[in-house]
């Protein structure tokens, strides 16, 4: 019993990984056990910490793969935490399929990423994590344009939108990627 999805999303800088560490920082407050994981492609900060925006940081396990969650589980854990999944090469499948199993076993499983990508379109695999989570939040940050509530992740290069035949996934951080609303976000 107490098995749980919970999905926080939304843009970059909406505050996804400050609120998975303010929920993470209640768990170890209530003593429950925790474990928390973050893929090893988001090098933007240290290894092994999911760290937000503004630096608060909490210890995670680094993982190239969401099925590794399964071979580092301890028997007597009751908080699955896993910032940033859009890093993640795994087939939406493989994505659902795990984290249905663990809540399924009795986890709270808690999942934080982008819910579009630089193009506004849908991450498949939070899609559908979000029709089937317990709970599902989606944040927002601020327009860096015209200070409206923010709900995409603009991608710039020298100035300019990037081409949308882009690679999807590019890892940066303000340097390349803005908080944009809808009226001010830029097609490439
Ligand atoms: P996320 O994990 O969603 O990318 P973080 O939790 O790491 O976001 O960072 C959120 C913090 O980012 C905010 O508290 C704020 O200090 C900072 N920030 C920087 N740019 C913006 C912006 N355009 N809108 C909102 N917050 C921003
Ligand atoms: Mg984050
Ligand atoms: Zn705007």
């Known amino acids: 019993s107490g098995g749980r999805i919970e999905v926080i999303c939304g843009c ?12 993470l920082n209640h768990v170890q407050i209530a003593r429950q056990r925790l474990q928390a994981f973050t893929p090893r492609r988001d090098t933007r900060y240290a290894v092994g910490n999911l760290v937000s925006h503004n630096g608060v940081r909490i ?14 589980l301890r028997d007597d854990v009751q ?25 399924d ?14 193009r ?9 994590l979000l029709a089937v989570a317990e709970q599902a939040d989606k944040l ?4 860096v344009r015209c200070g409206a509530y923010a709900t995409r992740s603009q991608r710039m290069i020298d100035g300019k939108p990037a081409p949308f035949d882009a690679p999807t996934i590019v890892v940066g951080g303000l340097e390349l990627y803005e908080a944009r609303c809808r009226a001010c976000f830029e097609a490439g």
């Open 59 to 72: 210890e995670a396990q680094p993982i190239d793969s969401i099925t590794e969650i399964r071979d580092y």
């Open 79 to 103: 908080v699955v935490a896993l910032d940033e999944l859009h890093f993640l090469d795994d087939s939406a499948d493989t994505i659902v399929e795990t984290c249905q199993a663990l809540a």
């Open 140 to 143: 927002f940050a601020i327009c």
């Open 120 to 128: 506004a379109a849908p991450f498949p695999a939070m899609s559908r």
């Open 12 to 23: 970059m800088y909406s505050g996804k990984t400050e609120e998975l560490i303010r929920r």
């Open 105 to 118: 076993r009795g986890l709270r499983v808690i999942i934080a990423g982008l819910d579009q990508d630089y």
